[in-house]
């Protein structure tokens, strides 16, 4: 098991405003969080947190509600001196877009308490129908001086025009370099593992290429289904909700080309040339499906079109991966839940031993999980007097060869590293709005959604999107 560990860099002071700080992510997600931070070594030496929404609540309530969450969402649980120090420096304020005021002064007396150095992180927990009221109000307050920094919740916009339009709103109020637009994928630590995997071993870097790789596959099937997100889902589907952000930034990271560094600089200029070599999407290479039943819940329409599920063929035009096809498929109530990256290897080119397709080719697969899995899947001789190929594969569990307790979850990690200035792994304007760019063909003029069972992998003209070797699942695991 390997311990070794550079020391993450130490925050500023930072006073750290959670607006929505009642609602569902700050309960599971935002405010366990930071505790673990704290727990880690990782919060500021000096911080307040400040909880704010326009709902009125008491401080001690507040108090009394953040000892719950933490106990039932958190890893640390909310005990001990430690949790102690923690809490005494978290406070509520109510507040609105109608009403700053409140909410200005604490950050203010918070600032005076620490001292000059203090930044102020804003992290934006609200509807995204509130968003623009919101940024505005902040801007009017005076909450975005150039010591502040603010984190953004998905969606950022709908298709390209409303893109653009939230850009041009949050850069009449803040600069680009101030804006950290969060997506929680890009924060799992085996995402990160394909960037390392990748370029600190020369036995891979080599082979991410098209003149080897044959096919790239992106799949995140789910078991869940829409349930209480039924309104929110009609308004947006897969598409919007996953592929246009996660499944697209997960290609940047595994398609880029080799970065001069790996600062957020260098990396956001890979990714974003990525973005920009992508095609159109083709809506003839798209599949859309609709699983039975979702029209039954409530806020769905009788004759929805909206998609559960969705497959997309994306090609890339740059020279390493050109000709080659990339898959992405996602969705509700499907046959598992898995979230895979799988590179699969051309045919060697002189074929020196007898055909035998049940061995299967060569592949690289990351299983993204916490922790997760690296496989590598290859062709080697079975037993006995005659040379007769079989699969076989290596597998890395990282759970075994990494001392897991050191690993943060990924809002932790994405947290942290908006504290410290890194932008490595949040979304940049040019990069959405490029990916919306591409998007639209399919925003236009999408494919009729085909029905599919609970419970499967999707309508059966998923397996012909990915003909002839089809999906990589659910054959193997």
Do not use: C
């Not at 507040?62 to 809490?87: C, L, M, N, Y």
């Not at 877009?97 to 934006?124: E, F």
């Amino acid at each position: 098991m390997s311990h070794g560990r550079r020391r993450a860099a130490s925050p500023d002071p930072y006073v750290i405003v959670l607006f929505g700080a009642t609602g569902d992510l700050s309960a599971r997600k935002l405010i366990p969080g930071l505790f673990h931070l704290q727990v880690a070594g990782l919060m500021p030496q000096n911080f307040s947190v400040i909880g704010t929404s326009p709902i009125a609540m008491a401080e001690e309530d507040f108090a009394r509600h953040i000892t719950e969450v933490v106990d039932e969402f958190g890893t640390s649980k909310a005990q001990g001196p430690e949790w102690e120090a923690f809490a005494s420096r978290v406070t509520y304020v109510t507040s609105s877009a109608q009403d700053m005021q409140t909410l200005k002064a604490a950050v203010d007396a918070a600032h005076a308490a620490l001292g000059p150095t203090t930044r102020t992180l804003l992290y934006l927990s609200i509807p995204p129908f509130a968003m623009a009221e919101m940024v505005q109000a902040i801007g009017a307050s005076g909450l975005n001086d150039a010591r502040t920094r603010v984190i953004m919740e998905k969606p950022f916009g709908t298709d390209l025009a409303s893109a653009r339009a939230l850009n041009a709103l949050l850069h009449s109020v803040f600069k680009e370099s101030q804006v950290y637009r969060i997506d929680h994928f890009l924060g799992k630590e085996d995402v990160q593992d394909i960037l390392a995997v990748r370029f600190a071993n020369r036995m891979f870097e080599p082979m991410w290429h098209g003149d080897h790789v044959a096919r790239i596959e992106i799949d995140v099937p789910e078991t869940l289904g829409v349930e209480d997100r039924a309104k929110f889902y009609e308004s947006t589907g897969a598409f919007r909700d996953m592929v246009v952000t996660h499944l697209f930034q997960a290609l940047g990271f595994v398609a880029m080309e080799p970065p001069a560094s790996f600062d957020a600089h260098d990396l956001h200029h890979g990714r974003t040339a990525v973005f920009e070599a992508m095609q159109p999407i083709d809506p003839a290479r798209v599949v859309r499906g609709q699983y039975v039943g979702y029209r039954d819940l409530p806020d769905v329409a009788d004759d929805s079109d909206v998609e559960t599920m969705v497959a997309v063929e994306v090609t890339i035009d740059n020279d390493r991966w050109r000709g080659v096809p990339i898959y992405l498929r996602t969705g509700k109530r499907m046959a598992q839940g898995r979230r895979v990256i799988t590179l699969t290897f051309r045919e060697p080119p002189m074929q020196l031993f007898p055909a035998d397709g049940s061995a299967g080719p060569g592949r690289l697969v990351f299983e993204i999980a916490e922790p997760g899995t690296f496989t590598i899947h290859f062709r080697a001789k079975e037993p006995g007097p005659t040379v007769q190929l079989g699969g076989t594969k290596l597998i890395s569990e990282f759970a075994e060869d990494f001392d897991e307790t050191r690993e943060l979850e990924a809002y932790e990690r994405l947290l942290h590293d908006a504290m410290i200035g890194d932008a490595t792994l949040f979304n940049s304007a040019e990069g959405i709005e490029r990916l919306w760019e591409i998007s639209e063909p399919l925003l236009k003029n999408p494919p009729t959604v085909q029905p599919y069972e609970p419970g499967t992998w999707g309508p059966s003209s998923v397996d012909g999107l990915a003909a002839p070797l089809g999906w990589y699942l659910p054959h193997e695991r």
